[in-house]
């Protein structure tokens, strides 16, 4: 399937964007089968892979969100949002958002507003580079309706969201 170019921070290839064979994973941050396998691939195969088979095998993450984790659109979001802002940092952020993956089960989030979980991913994202105070401005919901008066304005990843899981 391919990858449009302003996505490309999906892409995670040994050495090579254009490998012989690519490995699609699709992904929910808040669901605990695709931390398993994501940790596997990432520190485990991929080292593997950029040993003996470099330039011949890619990985693409693909945002897979499930809706039965309320919290799973929004941390897809913060993925987003570091594609935009630093692509070479989403593998990482990913990595790093897995390995926190419990703050955001049901439970840990079911009280918390919106932009309230929008900051506790930030503080993730600043961990692995990316610049916090951009992420929040990209992700941040507003309170107040547009200037044509709708209400259900999103914020500045959700068109980007919508192309990826189309």
Same mark, same amino acid.
């Given at each position: 399937?391919?990858?449009?170019?302003?996505?490309?921070? *999906? #892409?995670?290839?040994?050495? &090579? /964007? *254009? %490998?012989?064979?690519? @490995?699609?994973?699709?992904?929910?941050?808040?669901?605990?089968? +695709?931390?398993?396998?994501? $940790?596997? /691939?990432?520190?485990?195969?991929?080292? !593997?892979?950029? $040993? &003996?088979?470099?330039?011949?095998?890619?990985? /693409?993450? #693909?945002?897979? @969100?499930?809706?039965? *984790?309320? +919290? +799973?659109? !929004?941390?897809?979001?913060?993925?987003?949002?570091?594609? =935009?802002?630093?692509?070479?940092?989403?593998?990482?952020? +990913?990595?790093?958002?897995?390995? $926190?993956?419990?703050?955001?089960?049901?439970? &840990?989030?079911?009280?918390?507003? #919106?932009?309230?979980?929008?900051?506790?991913?930030?503080? @993730?994202?600043?961990?692995?580079?990316?610049?916090? =105070?951009?992420? !929040? $401005?990209?992700?941040?919901? %507003?309170?107040?309706?547009?200037?044509?008066? %709708?209400?259900? /304005?999103?914020?500045?990843?959700?068109?980007?969201?919508?192309? !990826?899981? =189309?």
């Amino acid at each position: 399937m391919a990858l449009a170019p302003k996505f490309a921070g *999906h #892409r995670l290839a040994a050495n &090579n /964007i *254009h %490998s012989v064979h690519t @490995i699609e994973l699709y992904l929910d941050y808040v669901c605990p089968f +695709s931390a398993k396998l994501f $940790k596997t /691939i990432y520190t485990g195969v991929l080292p !593997l892979v950029e $040993k &003996n088979y470099a330039g011949k095998v890619q990985f /693409i993450f #693909r945002q897979q @969100i499930q809706p039965w *984790h309320p +919290s +799973s659109t !929004l941390t897809h979001e913060a993925g987003v949002a570091v594609l =935009k802002l630093a692509p070479e940092k989403f593998w990482p952020f +990913s990595a790093a958002l897995f390995d $926190k993956q419990k703050d955001f089960f049901d439970v &840990n989030v079911v009280n918390q507003p #919106r932009n309230q979980t929008y900051e506790k991913l930030a503080e @993730i994202a600043a961990a692995t580079g990316v610049d916090k =105070k951009e992420f !929040l $401005k990209l992700l941040h919901v %507003s309170d107040e309706p547009a200037e044509d008066g %709708s209400l259900n /304005i999103g914020n500045g990843v959700t068109n980007d969201l919508k192309l !990826l899981v =189309k």
